[in-house]
């Protein structure tokens, strides 16, 4: 009995310290995000805990929600501890690479929308989620070979595809994926496929901010007749917005990023793997 007790405390205990130690890391992001005259924290939670290859150390998603000069906003943040240090980021000595990118959120059910296929089959077991800008020069290569391999897995691969523009890069990149949603509206098939096919360079500048000469290009290649209107419209902006969001909550920071099965691919190759018996 008095070994069951021991053993019973040694749990509390731990399980005391664990908890302190998460404590220990919020009220330590609470106090840097502070220092900020500027910002007024509101709250901060744990979004995401992972155990790192790193005896003891921990990696950190912190939802923060905070007011920056009366505009309230909502961001995360990531931070590492072994419960007596914190530390802002960790880097492979061998590889330099920060350790991250292993924080990637896992995705849940919500984004296998059935909305969002572009290929394959719903009800498939292996799943992929691409978060994506047409407008980006590795993107523009990279999937349509995805789509393909769907393709010709149709059966057992579901491929689910979200807007994610890089403004800062691509300003062209929002209106030209409001006019691949509004063209999915409309029933026109493999709008995405399409839109990544086509060389939009001579019609206009990623950097560009022209709506209409992007609409009359669109227009032109696809041989439709959307309006500056269908694309201005609060449902297709929401629909936009919506996109990039989601890929927020989830890390995305730039594209292609893909997940497989609900798990980043840093490597963007498995893939490959998928549907062959």
């Known amino acids: 009995m008095r070994k069951f007790s021991k053993l019973l405390s040694l749990s509390v205990l731990l399980s005391v310290s664990l908890f302190a130690s998460d404590d220990v890391v919020i009220e330590f992001e609470k106090n840097r995000v502070s220092s900020n005259p500027?910002?007024?924290?509101?709250?901060i939670k744990i979004n995401t805990?992972?155990?790192?290859?790193?005896?003891g150390w921990n990696g950190?998603?912190?939802d923060v929600e905070a007011n920056i000069q009366g505009k309230d906003i909502k961001v995360k943040d990531i931070l590492f501890s072994d419960g007596k240090f914190i530390a802002l980021e960790l880097l492979d000595a061998k590889t330099g690479k920060s350790l991250k990118d292993l924080m990637t959120p896992n995705l849940t059910t919500d984004?296998?929308?059935?909305?969002?296929?572009?290929a394959g089959n719903h009800d498939a077991k292996d799943k992929i989620v691409i978060f994506s800008d047409p407008l980006c020069p590795f993107c523009m290569d990279y999937v349509p070979e995805v789509i393909k391999h769907v393709n010709?897995?149709?059966?057992?691969?579901?491929?689910?595809?979200?807007?994610?523009?890089l403004l800062g890069l691509h300003p062209a990149a929002a209106p030209l994926s409001k006019l691949m949603e509004v063209a999915r509206h409309k029933g026109i098939?493999?709008?995405?496929?399409?839109?990544?096919?086509?060389?939009?360079?001579?019609?206009?500048?990623?950097?560009s901010t022209d709506e209409k000469k992007i609409l009359e290009a669109f227009n032109k290649e696809f041989k439709t007749d959307i309006k500056l209107e269908e694309i201005t419209s609060k449902e297709i902006n929401e629909a936009l917005q919506k996109d990039i969001l989601m890929g927020e909550?989830?890390?995305?920071?730039?594209?292609p990023t893909i997940?497989?099965?609900?798990?980043?691919?840093a490597t963007r190759e498995k893939y490959e793997t998928l549907g062959k018996k």
């Open 38 to 43: 500027n910002i007024k924290v509101n709250d």
């Open 49 to 55: 805990k992972k155990e790192l290859p790193l005896a």
């Open 60 to 62: 950190y998603i912190l």
């Open 111 to 118: 984004y296998y929308n059935k909305s969002k296929l572009i």
């Open 152 to 165: 010709k897995n149709s059966d057992s691969i579901a491929l689910y595809y979200y807007h994610f523009p």
């Open 189 to 207: 098939k493999d709008a995405e496929l399409k839109a990544y096919k086509i060389d939009w360079e001579p019609h206009f500048s990623s950097k």
């Open 249 to 255: 909550d989830v890390m995305v920071q730039g594209t």
């Open 259 to 265: 997940f497989i099965n609900g798990v980043k691919d």
